[in-house]
């Protein structure tokens, strides 16, 4: 199932606590593009729902309708710098049709 990096859940609890949304989960909404890739910039917090799909994980409540499941599964979520003091959400996501998984370095 969907995983957070340590980094991404610092800043998901941070986020919440500076929006007076503590307590609420984030809620993710990926939408499929024309070519089959994912984008993820749909998300925020929100209450829990009856028929959400619920993850917790580190200290962070992640919900997402049913129909996300397959989409989210194995994916993993991290808060990188991109650039010089540019920070992003980046989802590593092995359902994503154009996915090269990272290399060690």
Not at 7 to 15: E, F, G, P
Not at 47 to 68: A, L, M, T
Request: charged residues 30%.
């Amino acid at each position: 199932m969907l995983k957070l990096t340590k980094r991404a859940a610092t800043r998901i609890l941070k986020a919440a606590e500076q929006g007076n949304m503590t307590g609420l989960a984030l809620r993710l909404a990926p939408l499929i593009k024309a070519d089959g890739s994912l984008e993820y910039n749909k998300m925020g917090f929100d209450e829990i729902k009856k028929n959400d799909i619920h993850i917790h994980c580190e200290g962070v409540d992640i919900v997402f309708e049913p129909s996300y499941k397959d989409l989210l599964d194995g994916a993993v979520m991290d808060f990188i710098e991109i650039e010089k003091d540019n920070f992003t959400y980046v989802f590593l996501n092995p359902n994503e049709p154009h996915y090269v998984p990272p290399t060690e370095e």
